[in-house]
């Protein structure tokens, strides 16, 4: 067997975050694999330990993660399946945000609290650099140039390699990138939900990474019945492996990260790679929301 049916994420083609971190483009989201409400441990454990290996099996290069997820569950569960981890697997965190229960979110960007944030996670990760660290959110509280500085002086120091942004504008875009250089951003974008336009064409001009999280929010498009499951019926796949098949046809510099905390789910998600879709075919999806 070949790389591409072993390792069907090979299909999704990849993309050089910041010019120079290969990833391939379908990559795995890790905020599902913690327990209800993101909040503590998961239900299943062990499973979850069999999603990140596999993923890893499956081809996935590139692992989504952040320290709010739990919080620190995620990061752990990361670096107890798959540590010592393989060469070509990248792993991106966020810090920034802080949690006080189950699906209770608090923007923290004070530069202590944040550089807090990225030496923990490098030590439940058990990285020597983190190579992609995202602000999970902009805190409206702390100036940007306070926020964004500390991560660029820990660049600096070899801490971080590249730098994110997370749920951002352009106008917030261009006035990071005054600040430091932006590899990517991480925004609310699929097939029923894409009021991020404006942002992925952004990406699109200046080279850099797009991840869309929730991608595989369809809605009633996928309903019965509806335009996406006819249009996923006549291609013999599911309504979501379709929605993301058309998230990587969508763009070049598209990174979707589907998440799940069950095998049978990601090797159906990560299966979507294969599926090839013609311009007029991904024209067509586009104008179903």
Avoid at 103 to 122: A, F, K, T
Avoid at 209 to 225: D, H, M, N, R, S
């Amino acid at each position: 067997m070949t790389e591409l049916t072993e390792r069907p994420a090979a299909q999704s083609g990849e993309f050089a975050i910041g010019g120079d971190l290969r990833v391939r483009r379908l990559g795995f989201g890790a905020m599902r694999i913690t327990g209800s409400g993101v909040w503590g441990e998961p239900a299943d454990r062990d499973e979850a330990i069999r999603v990140l290996r596999r993923a890893v099996e499956l081809g996935v290069s590139l692992i989504d993660t952040a320290d709010s997820y739990g919080p620190f569950v995620s990061e752990d569960l990361i670096a107890e399946a798959l540590y010592p981890y393989p060469e070509d697997l990248v792993i991106a965190t966020k810090g920034g945000f802080t949690r006080q229960g189950p699906n209770i979110w608090q923007p923290v960007g004070r530069p202590e609290y944040l550089r807090q944030c990225v030496e923990m996670s490098l030590r439940r990760l058990r990285l020597e650099r983190i190579d992609l660290y995202q602000l999970h959110r902009i805190d409206p509280e702390v100036p940007l140039e306070d926020q964004l500085g500390v991560l660029r002086d820990m660049r600096d120091e070899g801490k971080i390699r590249h730098i994110g942004l997370s749920e951002v504008d352009v106008e917030e875009i261009e006035a990071a990138r005054r600040i430091v250089e932006i590899a990517s951003v991480q925004n609310l974008y699929n097939l029923s939900h894409r009021q991020a336009e404006p942002v992925l064409e952004y990406c699109e001009r200046h080279d850099m990474g797009f991840i869309p999280w929730f991608p595989l929010a369809t809605g009633k498009l996928a309903e019965p019945g509806g335009r996406l499951a006819e249009a996923a019926a006549r291609h013999g796949v599911t309504p979501a492996q379709l929605a993301l098949a058309w998230l990587l046809h969508r763009s070049p510099v598209m990174l979707p990260i589907p998440g799940t905390s069950r095998v049978a789910h990601l090797e159906e998600n990560v299966a979507a790679a294969t599926i090839s879709l013609t311009p007029e075919e991904v024209e067509q999806l586009g104008d179903l929301a």
